[in-house]
């Protein structure tokens, strides 16, 4: 079955390392999303994609950079993790091929990130 | 600042009776709206979505309202049942501004025996 994945689930780094979170999805949808997950603050986007190479900032990309070199994956980096960082991410995605109002994004799992 | 608002942080409903969840949004640009249910330790899942050409859609179990003069949308839980305690966030988007969702803050459903 088609699905999307995360890794890893869990991680726990330390302040000032960079940390890279994999996203893989097999449905060859054209549009891939990372969004972080706060108490209070609901789902917040950092990043997206719409195809191979290209890449935008979100509503919360300071700190985050994405690149996409392929239609699976889309990994997340933090470039130099901080404390405010410390969050559940995930990763969603959707076909992108149809009326935007038919199109549906589906979700990974998470990733659940403590910065020490 | 949040476009789309969910101003109840929580929920609690007895089992076979109805859930009421609410959502308020801002942009009167927003013409597609989805409803997505999360477990804890698991991604969010798509329930409903209704475009805005309509002023309801049903799915089994789940009705989703629009009121467009409002910008309020409802989704409606008949009968509820204890599975179907989680958190439910309402999202939204328009048609020129991509593909990106902008989501509420949550509300935790709790249905009790």
């Known amino acids: 079955d088609a699905e999307i994945t995360q890794s890893p689930r869990h991680k726990i780094t330390e302040t000032g390392r960079q940390v890279t979170l994999a996203c893989h999805q097999t449905?060859?949808?054209?549009?891939m999303f990372w969004y972080r997950q706060d108490l209070g603050h609901g789902l917040r986007l950092i990043h997206y994609s719409y195809g191979v190479q290209d890449t935008n900032k979100g509503e919360v990309s300071d700190g985050y950079s994405v690149s996409r070199s392929n239609t699976e994956d889309l990994p997340l980096t933090l470039e130099s993790a901080a404390s405010s960082q410390t969050s559940v991410y995930f990763c969603a995605s959707s076909p992108g091929r149809g009326p935007k109002s038919t199109d549906t994004q589906y979700f990974g799992p998470g990733t659940r990130l403590t910065v020490l | 600042d949040q476009q789309v608002k969910q101003n109840s942080p929580s929920l609690s409903v007895q089992e076979g009776r109805i859930s009421i969840l609410n959502c308020d949004y801002t942009?009167?640009?927003?013409?597609?709206f989805l409803w997505y249910k999360k477990y804890p330790a698991e991604g969010p899942t798509f329930l409903i979505s209704i475009s805005s050409i309509k002023d309801k859609n049903e799915d089994g179990r789940f009705t989703v309202f629009l009121n467009k003069s409002a910008k309020h949308l409802s989704l409606h839980i008949v009968p509820s049942q204890p599975g179907d305690s989680a958190v439910y966030f309402c999202?939204?988007?328009?048609?020129?501004?991509?593909?990106?969702?902008?989501f509420g803050k949550g509300t935790s459903l709790l249905v009790t025996p």
């Open positions: 449905w060859n949808h054209n549009n």
């Open positions: 942009n009167s640009m927003f013409d597609y």
């Open positions: 999202a939204a988007s328009y048609s020129n501004s991509g593909y990106a969702l902008n």
